[in-house]
């Protein structure tokens, strides 16, 4: 596609619920990154995919967040039994390549864990 | 003290002034972005910078790598341009290089 595509756009979660969050990045691009990001505070790295390897998940808060990308292109973030301090929204963004490129980012996905 | 420094943290301006907004870092970089990002919006990547100066328009980016600071300019600031700006880190440390460090990021207010 032409962008980044993210869905859903705002996800309202009751505590405990899991959650899986998309993210169709442009076609071709190598990177895939996902960005935490809290209300009035900067993205913060959670994971990162170079094609369907996920070569760093240091970022991951807890072992409840797990993302996949299987066949390189798609990646999901599922976060599973939320808790209100997972509200937040979730950035992806991809790259052509892993160094010096250009990122793009998506909208982002607003959810809340009421 | 955070790697990735912003300032000022809230700016409001009126529509036409100049505008600067600053960034330090403290760790080294592969390169410097700027990113625009309105409420409710997601991540426009504005400028990717790793020496010199580069303009888009009203926008012009520089960097200054030995004082590792940076500034995004925006002349004849217009009500449109209200939004959070940040700057972000490509950082330069080997294995780790894809990862971005952000500011806290800087809110616009220009009024009419």
């Known amino acids: 596609g032409a962008g980044v595509s993210q869905s859903p756009r705002y996800k309202v979660a009751k505590r405990g619920q899991d959650v899986a969050l998309r993210c169709d990045p442009i076609?071709?691009?190598?990177?895939l990154f996902w960005y935490q990001q809290a209300l009035g505070q900067g993205p913060e790295f959670l994971t990162y995919?170079?094609?369907?390897?996920?070569?760093?998940k240091s970022g991951l808060p807890s072992d409840r967040f797990f993302a996949e990308r299987p066949e390189g292109s798609v990646s999901t973030l599922k976060i599973q039994r939320t808790q209100q301090e997972d509200s937040a929204v979730y950035l992806c963004a991809s790259s052509l390549a892993h160094r010096n490129y250009g990122y793009t980012f998506g909208s982002g996905t607003r959810l809340t864990v009421v | 003290k955070n790697e990735v420094e912003q300032s000022p943290q809230n700016l409001t301006a009126q529509e036409g002034e100049f505008i600067t907004i600053n960034c330090s870092y403290s760790v080294g970089i592969s390169a410097l972005h700027w990113l625009q990002q309105h409420p409710g919006g997601g991540i426009v990547s504005l400028f990717m910078l790793s020496s010199g100066k580069k303009k888009h328009g009203r926008l012009i980016a520089t960097i200054n790598i030995q004082e590792k600071h940076s500034s995004l300019h925006i002349t004849a600031s217009h009500p449109r341009d209200s939004a959070v700006y940040i700057c972000?880190?490509?950082?330069?440390?080997?294995?780790?290089?894809?990862?971005?460090?952000f500011g806290k990021g800087t809110l616009l207010t220009v009024n009419p």
């Open positions: 076609s071709g691009h190598v990177s």
């Open positions: 972000a880190a490509s950082r330069d440390s080997g294995g780790s290089n894809y990862k971005l460090t």
């Open positions: 995919f170079q094609n369907e390897a996920q070569l760093d």
